[in-house]
């Protein structure tokens, strides 16, 4: 039997990328029309600003505005935005393509992302990539204004592997590197080793399905 597609929409709460006259009540009138269309699901992004970088790097690059400058980073917070539409939409599935890890407090994270879950009924998917290794990490510009950059495989592999979440419908996947780090710790599920775009060298990936009994009690 052939899996269900399901169809979701991008509330866009990032909203220089689409246009300067998108605000809040569009962004809210939005989620309703989806529910009410019949799609399953409605996302939102998980960034804490917008930079040049960023912009000139990011999957919309191409398009006119991509090439105007750095946009006013008028974004609304990922999390606080869906806790405000657990409570405005009440049968679509509510998500964040992809969490932002390094930017969170992961403590602090999993309490949100737990209490967020509950509000909104066990409606929450996110999807998290992880991968481990050496980056570097430096700044770039002039006194004025400079802008922090960080690179190396391990950041290519973990926003690569964030894609698959979607493709696995799994919620943690780790590198294999990164999984042979805690593989005594947890319970997990081999996903084969596909290829991620611009990686040469391919690795078994892992879903992490939660911690082992062991590990628990010891916690």
Known sequence: MSAKVEFGVNLNNREPLIAPDYDLKMLLDLSEIVEASGFDSVWVHDHLTW??????????SGSDDSHAG????DFFEAMTSLAY???????VRLGIACVVVPCRNPLLAAKQIATLD????????????????????????????????????????????QRMTR???AHIIAAESTFREVEALVRHRELGSPRLKGLKDRQTLHEILGLCETASTAS
Do not use: Q, W, Y
């Open 51 to 60: 930079s040049d970088e960023i912009h000139r790097t990011h999957i919309s």
């Open 70 to 73: 750095n946009a006013s980073p």
């Open 85 to 91: 539409l657990a409570g405005l939409v009440r049968k």
């Open 118 to 161: 509950v509000l909104c009924d066990g409606r929450l998917d996110i999807g998290v990539g992880i991968a481990s290794g050496p980056v570097m990490a430096g700044t770039i510009g002039s006194a004025e204004r400079r802008e922090l950059i960080v690179v190396g495989r391990p950041m290519i592999a973990a926003a690569r592997i």
């Open 167 to 169: 493709l696995f419908e």
